[in-house]
């Protein structure tokens, strides 16, 4: 059976194997993770979460993206309990071997504006050329609107990326792919260990080092929009951040009990900040204020000046 390749769909390649359809992981979304650490009393670099790069561009600006590392909020906060030098660092990797860490002040994170259950934290963070990382478009975010035209539902694939504590890369950051599929919609508020939160719910399992991953869901293929059946278009977005997941003691479930172990047992459904709410922390006044303080001097620089193309007299 030959391979087939179709024209760029949503910003992504589509392959065919004749009838078949299958979308590779685009490096957009591989590339676009990192790892959150801190400085323990120690000394100690210790891993605590993943966090992913969005870039968001204002409409009808075209002098360039600002990018911004996010995370989920409560990672942030066990930094800030844990941390002995107030400071939040991310693992990068390099272009060509190894990883550094940049560092950042805790207190320059920002999380929503209006609505402390959100939990989602970010900080600026500009791309260089140093690094192996790209970012996801603010663009590719599944708000409201794209979850309706795409007819975003029950049982879509959905993948996360993110930092799989057993085997997190002693050289480079090795981040790990795990597939599911929604569960739930985010119809009405879920509760967690501390309040309830709007969130998808999604079949996957997710483990500790997984929150603050980017969740993402792909609309390619065949798929029913509105009363027709499209085939083809579509494409990858951003579905929003994990959370986490829910644990029960082996008492609790429907499977025999051949021991004491007290161990708890992961039932495979991970709770999703939905990507809408990213878009709102990254349109978080103290973001907005430095954008457009940025595009200002950007328009004043490349203004021309009053005599320019004036010759000598």
């Known amino acids: 059976m030959s391979l087939q390749i179709d024209k760029r769909i949503g910003g992504y390649t589509r392959y065919y194997f004749g009838e078949s359809e299958f979308m590779p992981i685009p490096d957009e979304v591989r590339k676009c993770v990192a790892f959150l650490a801190y400085k323990d009393a120690q000394g100690m670099i210790r891993l605590a979460g993943t966090i992913f790069f969005v870039a968001i561009s204002l409409p009808g600006e075209t002098l360039g993206g600002f990018g911004y590392a996010v995370t989920a909020k409560h990672v942030i906060d066990g930094i800030r309990q844990?941390?002995?030098?107030?400071?939040?660092?991310?693992?990068?990797?390099?272009?060509?071997?190894?990883?550094?860490?940049?560092?950042?002040?805790?207190?320059?994170?920002?999380?929503?504006?209006?609505?402390?259950?959100?939990?989602?934290?970010?900080?600026?963070?500009?791309?260089?050329?140093?690094?192996?990382?790209?970012?996801f478009p603010a663009t590719g975010i599944a708000t409201a609107d794209v979850i309706r035209t795409q007819s975003v539902g029950i049982g879509d694939e959905v993948f996360i990326v993110g930092l799989f504590v057993h085997h997190y890369g002693q050289q480079r950051n090795i981040p790990i792919i795990r597939m599911g599929?929604?569960?739930?919609?985010?119809?009405?508020?879920?509760?967690?260990?501390?309040?309830?939160?709007e969130a998808f719910l999604i079949e996957s399992r997710s483990i500790g080092g997984l929150s603050g991953s980017p969740v993402f869901v792909n609309?390619?293929?065949?798929?029913?929009?509105?009363?027709?059946?499209?085939?083809?278009?579509?494409?990858?977005?951003?579905?929003?951040?994990?959370?986490?997941?829910?644990?029960?003691?082996?008492?609790?479930?429907?499977?025999?009990?051949?021991?004491?172990?007290?161990?708890?047992?992961?039932?495979?459904?991970?709770?999703?900040?939905?990507?809408?709410?990213?878009?709102?922390?990254l349109n978080h006044p103290v973001f907005k204020r430095a954008r457009n303080e940025a595009i200002s001097v950007r328009k004043t620089q490349n203004s021309p000046t009053a005599d320019s193309g004036k010759g000598a007299s």
């Open 82 to 135: 844990n941390s002995a030098d107030g400071k939040v660092y991310i693992r990068l990797n390099l272009k060509n071997v190894g990883a550094r860490l940049a560092e950042s002040r805790i207190e320059d994170w920002q999380s929503h504006p209006t609505d402390s259950s959100v939990d989602v934290s970010a900080h600026p963070f500009p791309s260089s050329a140093e690094f192996d990382h790209l970012v």
């Open 181 to 197: 599929n929604i569960a739930a919609m985010p119809e009405e508020k879920i509760q967690t260990r501390s309040e309830e939160i």
């Open 219 to 281: 609309t390619a293929g065949a798929r029913t929009v509105g009363n027709t059946i499209r085939v083809g278009g579509g494409g990858i977005f951003l579905l929003g951040l994990v959370h986490g997941h829910w644990d029960v003691s082996p008492s609790e479930t429907d499977t025999m009990i051949v021991d004491n172990r007290r161990e708890s047992v992961n039932v495979g459904i991970a709770i999703v900040v939905p990507a809408q709410k990213i878009l709102e922390v």
